[in-house]
């Protein structure tokens, strides 16, 4: 298992549409064990799609539970080739990205959705996912097609911002804390 460096906008591999995934195997399952210790080592990160990594295929990793503000949600979902089935309802919420570190902004997204994925067996399972986990998984998603969270702002302008963080100092050393979940 490796962390994996995130690709940073503007990254043309950022805009790339990624092939589904035909065969699950040890290659999958390599890349799976990295996503999952790259998501962990990024303080407040809740998703990550392979094409952040620049492995261009539709895989996704959540964790709302990441989050204390997320809610209920499923906790940690590894999503192969996933696809939205149904949404319903609109919200505009703030997000971030690790693709994008230093903004944050308003998106509006789908309150409610349906998901058809496979797990890391192969096996087709399909789950709802409401409010904040629908949130991640939607963007999280937008990566497999080549999007990224700016192409869903209303308004350059007045939509997206500069990134909040808080200094906290201690003896040895400084560090951030984030305020905006990294999705």
């Not at 999952?36 to 620049?54: M, R």
């Not at 499923?74 to 149904?86: Q, V």
């Not at 990205?97 to 496979?118: E, F, G, W």
């Not at 302008?157 to 100092?169: A, P, S």
Request: with cysteine.
């Amino acid at each position: 298992m490796a962390i994996l460096p995130i690709l940073q906008y503007p990254d043309e591999r950022l805009k790339q549409v990624s092939p589904p995934i035909s065969d699950i195997d040890e290659s999958i399952t390599s890349l799976i064990d990295d996503l999952l210790e790259t998501l962990y080592d990024s303080p407040g990160c809740v998703g990550i799609a392979s094409p952040q990594v620049g492995a261009l295929k539709r895989l996704v990793i959540i964790d709302a539970s990441r989050n204390a503000k997320a809610g209920e949600n499923h906790g940690r979902m590894i999503l192969i080739n996933p696809e939205i089935l149904s949404s319903e309802g609109e919200v505009i919420a703030r997000e971030g990205c690790l693709s994008l570190p230093h903004l944050t902004a308003n998106v509006k997204r789908a309150q409610y959705i349906r998901v058809r994925a496979q797990n890391e067996k192969g096996e087709w399972w399909e789950f709802d996912a409401s409010n904040f986990e629908a949130r991640v998984v939607l963007h999280e998603m937008d990566h497999l097609d080549g999007l990224l969270f700016l192409d869903r702002v209303a308004s350059l302008k007045t939509d997206v911002f500069r990134r909040k963080r808080y200094n906290v100092l201690d003896e040895k050393t400084s560090f951030s804390q984030e305020k905006t979940p990294q999705v």
